[in-house]
């Protein structure tokens, strides 16, 4: 048979990766980022708006929207020019503690440049693509999720001063290659300032949690 000629499908091969699930407390929402975005942006804030006690100052309810949609708004908008798939933000406090944390889904191919060195392991291709951003000092180690190679990155991110990011972040990705596809990469990023610091005791536990949340991910297949 020639090498070229259509190959029938293998009985019981899996199904091709079509998305993914993760599992998420109630205090937890979605942000679509291609479809769907402000149609979700503002249910999240009319939720949060209809939270705001009747007895709260007219003077002061005004400027308290204005400033929760604003960093709301902000914080997709961010996303978006990353090209992310999903915003996941805590719109709800947790134990009363309202939590300056986030998850950005998106996905990536393996840039040319990878690619051309051809590196002979997966692993080794991954890490050369997250040298690329010029992360240093980072914990890097590898596994499987859900079967697929997983290489879980963490590290701290200084604050530059910019507006929004004001605060030094802790920052953990996990980097999976997604089954079939050994180009393409589905990169989860999670991202707290902790109690105020990167590196206290809140910061601790909330990577812990999303360790937790990674190990409940699943591939959805068509």
């Known amino acids: 048979m020639p090498d070229d000629a259509p190959q029938a499908p293998v009985l019981g091969s899996p199904r091709p990766v079509t998305g993914y699930r993760i599992l998420l407390p109630g205090q937890w929402d ?3 980022l291609r479809h769907g975005t402000e149609a979700a942006i503002r249910r999240i804030l ?31 908008e961010q996303a978006q020019r990353g ?49 690329q951003d010029g992360v240093e000092n980072a914990d890097l180690s590898s596994g499987e999720v859900d079967g697929a190679l997983a290489v879980r990155r963490e590290h701290v991110c200084e604050s530059d001063g910019a507006i929004g990011d004001e605060l030094a972040s802790r920052r953990v990705e996990y980097i999976i290659t997604v089954p079939g596809d050994p180009e393409r990469w589905f990169i989860a990023a999670f991202s707290t300032v902790g109690g105020g610091s990167p590196r206290d005791e809140l910061a601790d536990a909330l990577v812990e949690w999303f360790d937790a949340v990674m190990a409940t991910f699943r ?4």
Not at 115 to 127: K, N
Not at 219 to 222: I, K, V
């Open 46 to 76: 009319d939720s949060a708006f209809s939270r705001i006690p009747d007895d709260a100052p007219k003077d002061k309810i005004g400027p308290y929207r204005q400033e929760l949609e604003r960093r709301f708004r902000s914080a997709v």
């Open 83 to 131: 090209n992310a798939l999903d915003l996941y933000l805590p719109v709800k406090p947790m134990n009363d503690v309202n939590l300056g944390a986030s998850i950005v889904v998106s996905e990536s191919l393996v840039p040319r440049s990878v690619r051309s060195a051809r590196p002979s392991d997966p692993t080794d291709v991954v890490v050369q693509f997250l040298a």
């Open 30 to 32: 979605q942000v679509p």
């Open 219 to 222: 591939w959805r297949r068509g």
